[in-house]
């Protein structure tokens, strides 16, 4: 099973930029497809990103689209998510999965990814 380890967060002003990064270990993620989801104080985990092996093909939640950027670096084995224009409502703990399915979920959810990181608080203040 491959260990994640997510880096990056902190605390920001709305409008400003994070790139998160994911370590993995224990074995190669060439042939997973990773993610990021998140969950904020109060609600349930919810996707965020996902990125297929192939680097291919990227998905992401419309709370995100136009604003973060999931890449993966299959040689360092690293995954990033560069967040941009970050608003209060993107407060929450940020969690790096992989997921070992064959096949690219077409709308990925936590029950498609077996590996988890330990999360990275990302916190937006107004």
């Known amino acids: 099973q491959v260990q994640l380890v997510e880096s990056g967060g902190g605390l920001v002003q709305a409008g400003d930029s994070l790139r998160l990064s994911c370590a993995a270990s224990?074995?190669?993620?060439?042939?997973?497809?990773m993610g990021w989801f998140r969950q904020a104080p109060g609600k349930e985990r919810e996707f965020v990103a996902a990125?297929?092996?192939?680097?291919?093909?990227?998905s992401y939640a419309d709370s995100v689209k136009g604003r973060f950027t999931i890449s993966r670096d299959n040689a360092k084995n690293t995954v990033y998510l560069q967040m941009n224009s970050l608003l209060p409502e993107d407060t929450a703990v940020y969690y790096c999965?992989?997921?070992?399915?064959?096949?690219?979920?077409?709308?990925?959810?936590?029950?498609?990814?077996?590996?988890w990181g330990q999360g990275t608080q990302v916190t937006v203040s107004s």
């Open positions: 224990g074995r190669s993620i060439r042939t997973y497809t």
């Open positions: 999965a992989a997921s070992g399915r064959s096949y690219y979920p077409e709308n990925p959810q936590s029950a498609d990814f077996g590996s």
């Open positions: 990125i297929s092996w192939s680097y291919r093909r990227t």
